[in-house]
Protein backbone atom coordinates (compact mmCIF):
# COMPACT_ATOMS: atom_id res chain seq x y z
CA UNK A 1 0.00 0.00 0.00
CA UNK A 2 1.12 3.40 -0.54
CA UNK A 3 -0.03 7.20 -0.81
CA UNK A 4 -1.95 6.50 -4.11
CA UNK A 5 -4.08 4.08 -2.42
CA UNK A 6 -5.74 6.26 0.12
CA UNK A 7 -8.75 8.62 -0.71
CA UNK A 8 -7.06 11.73 -0.40
CA UNK A 9 -9.52 15.10 -1.04
CA UNK A 10 -7.94 18.31 -2.42
CA UNK A 11 -9.14 20.30 0.06
CA UNK A 12 -10.34 19.92 3.81
CA UNK A 13 -11.90 22.08 5.44
CA UNK A 14 -12.62 22.54 9.39
CA UNK A 15 -14.56 21.83 11.26
CA UNK A 16 -17.00 19.90 8.49
CA UNK A 17 -13.80 17.44 7.71
CA UNK A 18 -11.66 15.90 10.64
CA UNK A 19 -8.16 16.42 9.24
CA UNK A 20 -7.03 14.19 12.15
CA UNK A 21 -9.12 10.90 11.04
CA UNK A 22 -9.41 12.19 7.24
CA UNK A 23 -6.08 13.34 6.60
CA UNK A 24 -3.27 12.49 9.01
CA UNK A 25 -3.82 9.22 10.26
CA UNK A 26 -3.91 7.22 6.95
CA UNK A 27 -1.59 9.44 5.21
CA UNK A 28 0.93 9.20 7.60
CA UNK A 29 0.24 5.71 8.02
CA UNK A 30 2.24 5.01 4.77
CA UNK A 31 4.96 7.93 5.28
CA UNK A 32 8.72 7.45 5.62
CA UNK A 33 9.62 11.17 6.17
CA UNK A 34 7.26 14.38 8.02
CA UNK A 35 8.29 17.72 6.63
CA UNK A 36 6.02 20.02 8.49
CA UNK A 37 6.35 24.21 9.10
CA UNK A 38 4.13 24.84 12.21
CA UNK A 39 4.41 28.47 12.61
CA UNK A 40 4.58 28.93 16.62
CA UNK A 41 6.62 26.64 18.76
CA UNK A 42 4.69 25.01 22.07
CA UNK A 43 4.39 22.26 23.53
CA UNK A 44 0.77 22.20 22.65
CA UNK A 45 2.10 22.02 18.45
CA UNK A 46 3.69 19.20 19.56
CA UNK A 47 1.55 17.14 20.43
CA UNK A 48 -0.71 17.79 17.94
CA UNK A 49 1.92 16.58 15.51
CA UNK A 50 1.87 13.15 17.34
CA UNK A 51 -1.48 12.10 15.57
CA UNK A 52 -0.40 9.34 13.28
CA UNK A 53 2.86 9.84 13.23
CA UNK A 54 3.51 5.98 15.64
CA UNK A 55 3.10 4.54 12.49
CA UNK A 56 5.84 6.55 10.44
CA UNK A 57 8.14 5.37 13.44
CA UNK A 58 7.25 1.90 13.00
CA UNK A 59 7.97 2.41 9.09
CA UNK A 60 11.46 3.71 9.52
CA UNK A 61 10.67 7.28 8.90
CA UNK A 62 11.55 10.99 10.40
CA UNK A 63 10.19 13.90 10.78
CA UNK A 64 11.36 17.78 10.46
CA UNK A 65 9.88 20.22 12.10
CA UNK A 66 10.24 24.27 11.21
CA UNK A 67 9.03 26.36 14.18
CA UNK A 68 8.61 29.98 15.07
CA UNK A 69 8.92 31.41 18.85
CA UNK A 70 6.44 33.01 19.93
CA UNK A 71 7.92 36.78 20.33
CA UNK A 72 6.75 39.85 21.29
CA UNK A 73 7.12 43.30 19.37
CA UNK A 74 9.50 44.36 22.52
CA UNK A 75 11.28 41.13 21.81
CA UNK A 76 12.11 41.40 18.10
CA UNK A 77 12.78 45.47 18.53
CA UNK A 78 15.69 44.39 21.16
CA UNK A 79 16.70 41.67 18.88
CA UNK A 80 17.21 43.75 15.58
CA UNK A 81 18.39 46.80 17.49
CA UNK A 82 20.93 45.09 19.49
CA UNK A 83 19.72 45.45 23.45
CA UNK A 84 20.07 41.28 23.09
CA UNK A 85 21.19 38.25 21.54
CA UNK A 86 18.99 36.58 19.40
CA UNK A 87 19.73 33.22 20.92
CA UNK A 88 19.52 34.30 24.46
CA UNK A 89 15.73 35.50 23.76
CA UNK A 90 14.79 32.51 21.79
CA UNK A 91 15.86 30.46 24.50
CA UNK A 92 13.89 32.01 26.94
CA UNK A 93 10.81 31.84 25.12
CA UNK A 94 11.30 28.47 23.65
CA UNK A 95 11.85 26.81 27.99
CA UNK A 96 8.61 29.79 28.76
CA UNK A 97 6.21 27.66 26.06
CA UNK A 98 6.88 23.58 27.48
CA UNK A 99 4.11 22.85 29.87
CA UNK A 100 3.40 19.89 32.09
CA UNK A 101 -0.09 18.20 31.38
CA UNK A 102 -2.20 16.55 33.81
CA UNK A 103 -4.11 14.85 31.27
CA UNK A 104 -3.20 11.36 30.80
CA UNK A 105 -3.79 11.46 26.82
CA UNK A 106 -1.97 14.75 26.11
CA UNK A 107 0.47 13.76 28.57
CA UNK A 108 1.02 10.31 26.99
CA UNK A 109 1.46 12.18 23.50
CA UNK A 110 4.17 15.33 24.96
CA UNK A 111 5.98 11.51 26.43
CA UNK A 112 6.18 10.23 22.92
CA UNK A 113 7.32 13.81 21.19
CA UNK A 114 9.86 14.06 24.12
CA UNK A 115 11.40 10.31 23.15
CA UNK A 116 11.03 11.14 19.76
CA UNK A 117 13.59 13.98 20.45
CA UNK A 118 15.94 12.05 21.98
CA UNK A 119 16.02 9.36 19.57
CA UNK A 120 16.89 11.96 17.31
CA UNK A 121 13.70 10.23 15.11
CA UNK A 122 12.26 14.19 15.36
CA UNK A 123 14.71 17.24 14.84
CA UNK A 124 13.46 20.62 14.94
CA UNK A 125 15.08 23.97 13.49
CA UNK A 126 14.32 27.43 14.28
CA UNK A 127 12.67 29.91 11.27
CA UNK A 128 12.43 33.72 11.09
CA UNK A 129 11.53 35.95 8.06
CA UNK A 130 14.28 37.86 7.11
CA UNK A 131 14.18 41.46 5.40
CA UNK A 132 16.63 44.44 5.50
CA UNK A 133 19.12 42.92 8.01
CA UNK A 134 16.10 42.56 10.50
CA UNK A 135 14.13 39.75 11.47
CA UNK A 136 10.56 38.52 11.82
CA UNK A 137 7.82 36.25 12.23
CA UNK A 138 8.17 33.18 10.03
CA UNK A 139 4.22 31.74 10.06
CA UNK A 140 4.08 29.48 6.93
CA UNK A 141 1.92 26.60 7.61
CA UNK A 142 3.40 24.45 5.23
CA UNK A 143 3.64 20.10 5.18
CA UNK A 144 5.53 17.22 3.18
CA UNK A 145 4.85 13.70 3.31
CA UNK A 146 7.15 10.83 1.49
CA UNK A 147 6.34 7.25 1.37
CA UNK A 148 8.56 4.32 0.23
CA UNK A 149 7.47 4.55 -3.59
CA UNK A 150 8.64 7.46 -4.07
CA UNK A 151 4.82 9.37 -3.49
CA UNK A 152 4.59 12.77 -2.17
CA UNK A 153 1.83 14.82 -0.97
CA UNK A 154 2.31 18.59 -0.36
CA UNK A 155 -0.41 20.42 2.10
CA UNK A 156 -0.63 24.10 3.20
CA UNK A 157 -3.36 26.37 4.81
CA UNK A 158 -4.43 28.45 6.85
CA UNK A 159 -4.77 25.44 10.16
CA UNK A 160 -2.37 25.75 13.00
CA UNK A 161 -1.05 22.82 14.95
CA UNK A 162 -3.48 23.44 18.06
CA UNK A 163 -6.82 22.46 18.99
CA UNK A 164 -8.81 25.11 18.05
CA UNK A 165 -6.97 25.39 14.87
CA UNK A 166 -7.40 21.14 14.30
CA UNK A 167 -10.77 20.70 15.52
CA UNK A 168 -12.52 24.27 16.01
CA UNK A 169 -11.93 27.25 13.63
CA UNK A 170 -13.18 27.61 10.32
CA UNK A 171 -9.68 26.64 8.47
CA UNK A 172 -8.58 25.52 4.74
CA UNK A 173 -6.12 22.62 3.87
CA UNK A 174 -5.30 22.52 -0.05
CA UNK A 175 -3.85 19.13 -0.63
CA UNK A 176 -1.53 18.53 -3.91
CA UNK A 177 -0.02 15.52 -4.91
CA UNK A 178 3.04 14.04 -7.14
CA UNK A 179 1.37 11.93 -9.11
CA UNK A 180 -0.83 14.66 -10.44
CA UNK A 181 0.96 17.68 -9.53
CA UNK A 182 4.53 16.95 -9.52
CA UNK A 183 5.34 20.84 -10.09
CA UNK A 184 3.40 22.11 -7.70
CA UNK A 185 4.47 19.67 -5.29
CA UNK A 186 8.89 20.09 -6.13
CA UNK A 187 8.30 23.51 -5.00
CA UNK A 188 7.19 23.19 -2.13
CA UNK A 189 10.17 20.49 -1.58
CA UNK A 190 12.61 23.26 -2.66
CA UNK A 191 10.98 25.62 -0.53
CA UNK A 192 11.35 23.24 2.29
CA UNK A 193 14.69 22.12 2.02
CA UNK A 194 15.41 25.52 1.17
CA UNK A 195 14.22 26.69 4.72
CA UNK A 196 15.62 23.50 6.64
CA UNK A 197 19.70 24.55 4.90
CA UNK A 198 18.79 27.97 5.47
CA UNK A 199 19.42 29.32 2.11
CA UNK A 200 16.32 30.58 1.27
CA UNK A 201 16.03 34.48 0.52
CA UNK A 202 13.44 36.14 2.65
CA UNK A 203 14.23 33.81 5.92
CA UNK A 204 16.86 32.91 8.28
CA UNK A 205 16.97 29.29 9.71
CA UNK A 206 18.98 28.42 12.88
CA UNK A 207 19.64 25.03 14.91
CA UNK A 208 16.64 24.18 18.22
CA UNK A 209 18.74 25.28 21.20
CA UNK A 210 20.47 22.57 22.80
CA UNK A 211 18.74 23.88 26.35
CA UNK A 212 15.32 23.80 24.90
CA UNK A 213 15.80 20.30 23.90
CA UNK A 214 17.43 19.14 27.04
CA UNK A 215 14.79 20.89 28.86
CA UNK A 216 11.73 18.79 26.90
CA UNK A 217 14.14 15.24 27.20
CA UNK A 218 13.73 16.03 30.98
CA UNK A 219 9.80 15.35 30.00
CA UNK A 220 9.93 12.30 29.06
CA UNK A 221 9.37 8.72 30.83
CA UNK A 222 11.10 5.73 29.02
CA UNK A 223 8.86 3.70 26.63
CA UNK A 224 9.18 1.57 23.71
CA UNK A 225 8.19 3.06 20.39
Not at 15 to 24: A, E, G, L, Q, W
Not at 91 to 97: R, T, V
Not at 154 to 173: A, C, D, H, K
Amino acid sequence: MSLKDINIESEYRIPRDNIVSDFYLPVLSQAVQYDRSVGYFSSDALIKISYGICQLIQNGGKIRLLVSPNLSEEDYNAINEGYRKREEIVEEKLIASISSYEDYFQNERFNLICELIAQNHLDIKIAFSYNNGKIGLYHEKMGLIHDNSENIISFTGSMNETENGMFNNYETVDVFKSWDDMERVQRKMIAFENLWKNSEKGAITFEFPNAVKKEIIKHNKKREL
